[in-house]
């Protein structure tokens, strides 16, 4: 019987067409960078090429198991049709496939009786081998588009989780109009403002308090009222005091001339004590404005003390509030950084897997 023997090769590149760009990532990288990868790999696909992966789409593509030219003389099939394995298994004995040497070019060699077939079965295994390489960046590509999907679903899920939680410690806190910094500032802002409102009406008081206590001397000893300085300071005082000398001086040069009941010195000494209760009248408001005006500066020291170990109490709450913000914020951020890097992901792999690009191309049939 004579027997006839077809060749095919095809050229193959360590490299696929990178479409996409380099930037986009395979989920199968058909790209083989060392000499020692190189030489395994393209053991690999000699043995690929004669595999029953790459045999039985053969046979099943050209109907092998019903083909009385493929069986030959020896095979009735009237009797029985052999399986499709059964094919694939005659099939995987005809195939040969060799690296020629010194180069990247895969050469498959097909023996068989019917020089047709042959050619015929020669070129199937070629283009199963290119379809079954490509099949198989594209399933692995689904498979991890379907586990990404699923992933992105949870992740989708963690994020809203992440937010709402976010949204609601705002929600609680009053944080949502004003950012957790700008009111760490307000609550630093209005420490501040107190502590200097305090810290001057805390001065003020002191410098009354001295005051303060000559006041009180002064309520045991009348006379010693002229001799406060808030007194002394007074220009009305000043005034007073120099109109009521000059009506005494007066009241005592009239004493001299008439009797102390003429009508006329009746008369000054009316002046002289009106004016006299007019300066004490003053003395005693401005003692009086010096202890109401302490009490005043008391009275707001205490309540601007309070109000400042209020603002500290709120700032201490805050930055503890802070660290339960950032932690929730930096959740969030992380869910949602994950987020995007899967869905980017998710899109370059199914976008990769839909390319029907292959590193291995015809170069003969």
């Given at each position: 019987?004579?027997?006839?023997?077809?060749?095919?090769?095809?050229?193959?590149?360590?490299?696929?067409?990178?479409?996409?760009?380099?930037?986009?990532?395979?989920?199968?990288?058909?790209?083989?960078?060392?000499?020692?990868?190189?030489?395994?790999?393209?053991?690999?696909?000699?043995?690929?090429?004669?595999?029953?992966?790459?045999?039985?789409?053969?046979?099943?593509?050209?109907?092998?198991?019903?083909?009385?030219?493929?069986?030959?003389?020896?095979?009735?099939?009237?009797?029985?049709?052999?399986?499709?394995?059964?094919?694939?298994?005659?099939?995987?004995?005809?195939?040969?496939?060799?690296?020629?040497?010194?180069?990247?070019?895969?050469?498959?060699?097909?023996?068989?009786?019917?020089?047709?077939?042959?050619?015929?079965?020669?070129?199937?295994?070629?283009?199963?081998?290119?379809?079954?390489?490509?099949?198989?960046?594209?399933?692995?590509?689904?498979?991890?588009?379907?586990?990404?999907?699923?992933?992105?679903?949870?992740?989708?899920?963690?994020?809203?989780?992440?937010?709402?939680?976010l949204h609601e410690f705002k929600r609680k806190n009053n944080i949502i109009s004003v950012s957790m910094k700008d009111k760490q500032s307000l609550i630093a802002r209005r420490i501040w403002q107190l502590a200097e409102s305090l810290t001057e009406t805390r001065m003020k008081r002191m410098a009354l308090s001295a005051q303060r206590k000559q006041v009180h001397k002064a309520r045991k000893d009348p006379s010693l009222k002229m001799a406060l300085s808030a007194v002394q300071k007074s220009h009305l005082v000043q005034t007073m005091r120099s109109t009521y000398s000059e009506e005494y001086k007066k009241y005592q040069g009239l004493r001299q001339r008439y009797l102390d009941k003429h009508p006329v010195v009746l008369e000054q000494k009316a002046k002289v004590d009106s004016t006299r209760n007019a300066l004490d009248r003053e003395v005693n408001n401005i003692v009086a404005g010096i202890e109401s005006k302490y009490r005043e500066y008391l009275d707001n020291e205490r309540q601007l003390a309070g109000a400042l170990q209020v603002a500290k109490n709120e700032g201490l709450q805050i930055n503890k509030r802070e660290v339960s913000y950032r932690r929730l914020n930096r959740q969030r951020a992380n869910t949602e950084q994950v987020y995007s890097l899967v869905m980017s992901r998710m899109k370059e792999t199914d976008l990769s897997g839909q390319l029907r690009v292959n590193n291995v191309r015809w170069l003969d049939r």
């Open positions: 019987t004579r027997i006839y023997r077809s060749r095919a090769s095809v050229l193959i590149d360590f490299r696929a067409p990178q479409v996409l760009g380099s930037k986009v990532r395979e989920v199968v990288d058909l790209a083989i960078n060392r000499s020692w990868r190189s030489k395994s790999y393209l053991e690999t696909q000699k043995r690929v090429v004669s595999s029953d992966a790459v045999s039985i789409r053969v046979a099943e593509r050209l109907a092998l198991p019903s083909n009385p030219s493929f069986w030959g003389k020896g095979v009735n099939l009237a009797e029985q049709t052999p399986t499709l394995k059964q094919a694939a298994a005659r099939l995987g004995g005809m195939v040969r496939a060799n690296i020629v040497r010194n180069s990247n070019i895969l050469e498959v060699r097909v023996d068989h009786h019917d020089p047709e077939l042959a050619a015929e079965i020669c070129n199937s295994v070629v283009q199963a081998y290119l379809d079954f390489n490509v099949d198989y960046k594209a399933t692995s590509a689904q498979g991890a588009v379907k586990w990404l999907a699923n992933q992105l679903d949870d992740l989708k899920k963690e994020l809203e989780t992440s937010e709402l939680a």
